[in-house]
């Protein structure tokens, strides 16, 4: 059984029989995917691996980066180019089109190397937020290694401007990021294992708000909200789907860890996870 209800409204969000599906392997720790309209094919990363892969709307599995330089989240900033956390190159940076060349957006901040970008979102606004944990720098297999030069682990925002700042200090090792409808920044912490809650405002600083939940099978490490405003949370049993204010909804399990998410599709219904060494897909009813 694929789906676990909490509450009796969660199956209503997939067709009637719908189950979670593998669509390919052989991966060692895949991550960050996301849904490129223009190219009808989820990008996602397989971080350990120092690769990155398309999967096509009609249902092939194609080669992209090789060596991809460690990049883990992936995202489309607001002209719909791709952006990327790259561990190796401890940088956050943007592909126009399909093969083209990398830009730099952010390798530094006041004089100092970034840590090792992981996950990135996409603001209202147009900025780009992006959290920067050590792993590529602590995991010989996430990255080329390297000193630590910040003082902290943050979460950036780059706006479109090219100016960077760093609003969000106050986190043990942030990763996943999704804003909600009302604007709020939610982060994915898996130092500490919960995911907690800013006020954006205007001026791109952030208040914090408190923690909105935690899951009970490993940790959140992949975000996305949902059309109405549910949470999809990765977790180690599969996806945790809650109500906007934090509560349960039910699960999609999976045999492995959901380490990311993300809704595409030519419709964008369909839910696309990245499983430990796996990549899965289920239909549903809602719009990411």
Known sequence: MTLQATRPEFLSLFPTGAEAHKLADGFTWAEGPVYVPSR??????????????????????????????????????????????????????RQRQPGGEWEVLADAFEGKKLNSPNDVCLAPDGSLWFSDPTYGIDKPEEGYGGEMELPGRWVFRWAPDGSLSAPIRDRVKPNGLAFTRKGELLVADTGDSRTHRYRVTGQGEAEYLGVLFSVDKGKTDGLRVDGEGRIWASAGDGVHVLTEHGEELGRVLTPQTVSNLCFGGPEGRTLYMTVSTEFWAIETNVEG
């Open 40 to 93: 009808s094919a989820v990008i996602f990363s397989d971080v350990r691996q120092n690769r990155t892969w398309a999967w096509t709307d009609d249902g092939q599995l194609a080669p992209e980066m090789n060596p991809s330089h460690h990049q883990n989240g992936h995202c489309l900033d607001a002209q719909g180019h791709l952006v990327a956390c790259s561990h190796g190159h401890r940088r956050l940076e």
